[in-house]
Structure formats: structure tokens, C-alpha cells
């Protein structure tokens, strides 16, 4: 079969087991960044963040609660992430090389829940209280429900992608997971939780949110490459009406995420405040919805110019050696 005839929904004459020759350069592109990025929570130290958790005075109460809400919310939705992702969307992407790339995403979500499991067990957080925070924290519960409700088609046993409408439920469902869930609702904590590691506090969580938000990024591209190439090959779901609602869907999605980063921070804290984070929540739905070939419709400034530095900094094989390095840099320099 010829590369041209491929194509990622629908396509009967595709062999899933034979990945070359290959079509969609973009899925291996992502694959090999994943990949590059490889990294497993046990490598971070967290003794620092031991004793600063175990200590009465660095922390404010402000503080510890809005790390728990955070734990709280990513512990799950990580979970909820990696079911949806293997239940549900690989079994109507055959496509071989994006296949492949949804095995690694799908590891890399293991990842991610070993990563809480790994803080509960070093701070000695209680469980019952990370994993019922889903239930007990109305504006974690709002989002979660929100992407539940919004990817129920996927769901259906009986759903198929044949037909227009099916393919626009299909592509509607990819926009909430991708672009809603790991494109928006990821976004206030990360910058809650990268705002201590940038004060110096809880450092090595923050480094695993560091690492999350690669691989979140990577995903992200992923999904949105998945998104356009599907309406490329089947532009007649692309109507105005349905851009409205995916637009209106990315709103919605915003209010929610802005909800959770006011509940959290009541206050200003680590110099945030719940406005400016605001603000780059809709700086970040702007840049998701142009992804996606919508128009932006916030036209906000990045307060925080320094996330973007963040995603672009790979970890790359030899981050070790390379830390090593500076360190030896930096006695050279003294010396
Ligand atoms: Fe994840
Ligand atoms: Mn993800």
C-alpha cells in the first residue's frame, strides 16, 4: 500500500502492524521527543522537601493547601488521562506511527501517576485525602466532570467514526482531552507549583512538575497535530458552527480553570494572585485555539514569560552529566 492511501480515521486498508513507510512524520517527531525527555520521579531527591513539609515555619497554611489541592487534582486526572487514552482513543486511531506515539504518551501517564505516588510516600501525605480530593473540592470536581461529560461519545462501545457527525463527535471529544484537559486544565497548577520551585521552596516536587509540564507540552503538539490532520482529510466536519462550539468548549474550559486557580489562591501568595493567572490562562487558550486553526479570541499578554522558557528547556539524555558539568563550571570559575 502506498503512504498516500493512509490516512488516520476510517481507513480499512491499513495494516496496523506495518509502520513503514511511514506517513505522519509528525507522530515519530513526537515519539523521538518523548523519548529524549525520559525521566522517572525516583531520580529527584526529596529530602530537602522532607524536612521543609516536616517543618512549622516555612510553609504557611496558604502554602501546604494549595500543594495538597494540587496533588489532589493531577493525582487523578493523570489516571483519568492514561484510561481515556488507551480505552478509548487507540482503539479508533489505527494508524501505526500515531500508534505508536499513544503507547509512549500512555507510558509516560504511568510516569505521572508513579510521580504521586512517589510524593505520598516521601511527605507521608495521606492518601485518602489526595484521592478523594476529585469528590470533596467542588472546582477539581467541575473540571473533572466537565471532560467526563465532554468525552462521553469515545466512550460509547457502540461509537464508530464513520459519517460526519461521528467524526465531528470524535474530533470534539480530542479537543476536550488534548486541548481542555492537558492543554488548559493542567496550566493554573503548573504554575503554582513552578512558582515554588522558582522561590527556592519544595523544590523537588517542583522539579517533577517541571518534568510533567515537558511531557504535558509534548502531548499537546501531538494531540493538536492528530486534531488538524483529521479535519485536513475530512474538511467538510470544519463548519462554522462547529467552531463555534469548540470555541465555545475552550471558553468554558477557561472559566473552569480560573474557578480552581481562585479557589486556590484566595490570596496572593509566591506572587501570584488568581488574576494574573487568569491572564495566562487565556494567553495559553489564545495559543491553543490558533494551533487549531480558530481564531484567538482573548488577545491576552503571558504574564509569565518564564513558563515558556521552562517548556522549551529539554531534559535531553545526558541531563545529569550535563548538571555535573555546571557544577564543575562554576568551581572553575571560583577557582
Ligand atoms: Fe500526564
Ligand atoms: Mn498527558
Known sequence: METAEKKILNCATTDPNKILPMKYKWARKHYQSGVANNWTPDEVNMQKDVETWKSTSVLSDDERR??????????????????NLVLTIYKHITNPECRQYLLRQAYEEAVHTDT???????LGLDPDDVYTMYDRVPSIKHKDEFVVNMTKSLSDPNFSTNGTENI?????????????????????GFVMMLSFLRQNKMVGVGEQF???????????????DLINTIVEENPEIWTEQFKTTITENIKHGVELESAYAH???????????????????????????????????????????????????????????????EYKNAGSLKW
Open 66 to 83: 494549595l500543594i495538597m489541592w494540587n496533588m489532589g487534582f493531577f493525582s487523578t486526572a493523570e489516571s483519568l488521562t492514561a484510561n
Open 168 to 188: 465531528q463527535r470524535f474530533v470534539h471529544d480530542l479537543v476536550g482531552f488534548y486541548v481542555i484537559m492537558e492543554g488548559i486544565f493542567f496550566y493554573a
Open 116 to 122: 504521586f505516588i512517589y510524593c505520598c510516600d516521601t
Open 210 to 224: 517541571q518534568f510533567i509540564l515537558r511531557d504535558e507540552s509534548v502531548h499537546l503538539a501531538f494531540g493538536t
Open 263 to 325: 479557589d486556590c489562591l484566595p490570596t496572593g501568595i509566591l506572587g501570584l494572585n488568581a488574576d494574573t493567572i487568569d491572564e495566562y490562562l487565556k494567553y495559553v487558550a489564545d495559543r491553543r485555539l490558533e494551533r487549531i486553526n480558530l481564531e484567538k479570541v482573548y488577545g491576552a499578554e503571558n504574564p509569565f514569560p518564564w513558563m515558556s522558557e521552562i517548556i522549551d528547556l529539554r531534559k535531553e539524555k545526558n541531563f545529569f552529566e550535563t548538571r555535573v558539568t
